[in-house]
């Protein structure tokens, strides 16, 4: 089996959506019978990354012991592992248990990886050109902070500059590489004409308690009274005591953690709110009417996209607009009002997006 190596971080600082979109790739490359590993900086990125694998697949994962915020500590642990000798634990997580600490047996290291996919934002062009002359390498790019020196880039935005990656052998550019995991491919959106249930998406960590602000909100406001508000959330999140408090003494208030079905979780929901990352992605295939907001600079290009090319209103930024709750609820309660509103949204979205992403990713890795 064609091995490929990805190297990425998640924590309180950079969330979980670098986690999650590699382990979507992960996963393709697993259907299409390759095999993928993981090289991490430390062990909370460990930690979450194995929290966040599916019940039936697993995958190893080599912490080197580097700054996140310093790729250039991790090369010597890749280069190593690139070459076939790691110097440090393995772990495998089980499927249903904790990570085991282990040490791979050496035959495991006789095919080399062909090709390293690489997900930070923190990664420089020597960073990149010191890997490139050990192996085939791609990178994942959302932020266009240079013009990066690798055999692939991915980046999938809605309309990318295609001159921009001039050092790469090849950019794959577009939405139709949204890396979303297999449940959101080949998705027929559920419509209904009356709004019951609204799903908030925050990220996974929400530093500003959006989730908590929104979620209050609609529960003292009349026209969401009868609704059902269903919250994303999870070990990370920077609030989440509060919403537990908030859902204890709201029945109406409904929290998921560790969803594994979260396609048909969206697809009981009528209504979104969330934020300009993955989980909006996710939406869009789902074919789920949503309101964005953005929370951080790389959110910026998706939601002005998002507004642009699938016709999904942003509400603004939740560090700079003045009443973001309040606008929220406005075009919420527009798009509730308005079923033929609703449909044609839903349908704007669900043509975006169809779900295939990662495994379009996968084969071009799987070919490096």
């Given at each position: 089996?064609?091995?490929?190596?990805?190297?990425?971080?998640?924590?309180?600082?950079?969330?979980?959506?670098?986690?999650?979109?590699?382990?979507?790739?992960?996963?393709?490359?697993?259907?299409?019978?390759?095999?993928?590993?993981?090289a991490?900086?430390?062990?909370?990125?460990?930690?979450?990354?194995a929290?966040?694998?599916?019940?039936?697949?697993?995958?190893?994962?080599?912490?080197?012991?580097?700054?996140?915020?310093?790729?250039?500590?991790?090369?010597?642990?890749?280069?190593?592992?690139?070459?076939?000798?790691?110097?440090?634990?393995?772990?495998?997580?089980?499927?249903?248990?904790?990570?085991?600490?282990?040490?791979?047996?050496?035959?495991?290291?006789?095919?080399?990886?062909?090709?390293?996919?690489?997900?930070?934002?923190?990664?420089?062009?020597?960073?990149?050109?010191?890997?490139?002359?050990?192996?085939?390498?791609?990178?994942?790019?959302?932020?266009?902070?240079f013009?990066?020196?690798?055999?692939?880039?991915?980046?999938?935005?809605?309309?990318?500059?295609?001159?921009?990656?001039?050092?790469?052998?090849?950019?794959?550019l577009?939405?139709?590489?949204?890396?979303?995991?297999?449940?959101?491919?080949?998705?027929?959106?559920?419509?209904?004409?009356?709004?019951?249930?609204?799903?908030?998406?925050?990220?996974?960590?929400?530093?500003?308690?959006?989730?908590?602000?929104?979620?209050s909100?609609?529960?003292?406001?009349?026209?969401?009274?009868?609704w059902?508000?269903?919250?994303?959330?999870?070990?990370?999140?920077?609030?989440?005591?509060?919403?537990?408090?908030?859902?204890?003494?709201?029945?109406?208030?409904?929290?998921?953690?560790?969803?594994?079905?979260?396609?048909?979780?969206?697809?009981?929901?009528?209504?979104?709110?969330?934020?300009?990352g993955?989980?909006?992605?996710?939406?869009?295939?789902?074919?789920?009417?949503?309101?964005?907001?953005?929370?951080?600079?790389?959110?910026?290009?998706?939601?002005?996209?998002?507004?642009?090319?699938?016709?999904?209103?942003?509400?603004?930024?939740?560090?700079?607009?003045?009443?973001?709750?309040?606008?929220?609820?406005?075009?919420?309660?527009?798009?509730?009002?308005?079923?033929?509103?609703?449909?044609?949204?839903?349908?704007?979205?669900?043509?975006?997006?169809?779900?295939?992403?990662?495994?379009?990713?996968?084969?071009?890795?799987?070919?490096?």
């Amino acid at each position: 089996m064609r091995a490929v190596l990805i190297y990425t971080d998640g924590n309180t600082d950079i969330a979980t959506g670098h986690l999650m979109r590699c382990l979507s790739v992960a996963c393709a490359l697993q259907a299409l019978g390759g095999r993928a590993e993981f090289a991490v900086s430390d062990e909370t990125s460990a930690d979450l990354l194995a929290s966040f694998f599916p019940e039936k697949s697993s995958f190893p994962i080599h912490v080197l012991h580097a700054d996140y915020r310093k790729p250039e500590t991790a090369l010597g642990g890749l280069t190593r592992l690139l070459s076939h000798s790691p110097d440090g634990p393995v772990f495998s997580p089980a499927a249903d248990g904790p990570k085991q600490e282990s040490f791979l047996p050496e035959r495991f290291f006789a095919e080399q990886f062909p090709a390293l996919l690489i997900d930070s934002y923190f990664v420089t062009q020597d960073f990149l050109e010191a890997l490139r002359s050990l192996v085939k390498t791609a990178y994942i790019d959302d932020l266009y902070a240079f013009d990066y020196p690798a055999d692939l880039v991915i980046n999938y935005d809605f309309a990318p500059p295609e001159r921009f990656y001039s050092k790469a052998g090849k950019a794959l550019l577009g939405c139709g590489f949204t890396p979303l995991r297999a449940q959101f491919s080949g998705l027929t959106p559920v419509f209904r004409e009356q709004v019951e249930d609204v799903l908030i998406s925050t990220g996974g960590t929400d530093a500003w308690n959006a989730a908590g602000k929104f979620a209050s909100a609609l529960l003292t406001t009349p026209e969401s009274a009868s609704w059902r508000i269903h919250v994303l959330t999870g070990p990370m999140h920077a609030h989440r005591n509060e919403l537990q408090a908030l859902a204890a003494s709201h029945p109406q208030l409904l929290l998921h953690e560790k969803v594994t079905d979260m396609a048909g979780l969206m697809r009981t929901c009528d209504l979104a709110v969330s934020a300009a990352g993955t989980t909006l992605y996710e939406l869009c295939a789902a074919g789920v009417p949503s309101v964005s907001f953005t929370m951080a600079d790389n959110q910026l290009p998706c939601s002005r996209d998002m507004e642009r090319f699938a016709g999904i209103p942003c509400a603004g930024d939740v560090r700079s607009t003045p009443d973001l709750t309040g606008r929220l609820l406005s075009l919420l309660f527009s798009l509730a009002e308005n079923p033929q509103k609703r449909s044609a949204l839903s349908r704007s979205m669900h043509a975006a997006i169809d779900g295939k992403g990662a495994e379009r990713i996968a084969r071009e890795l799987l070919s490096l």
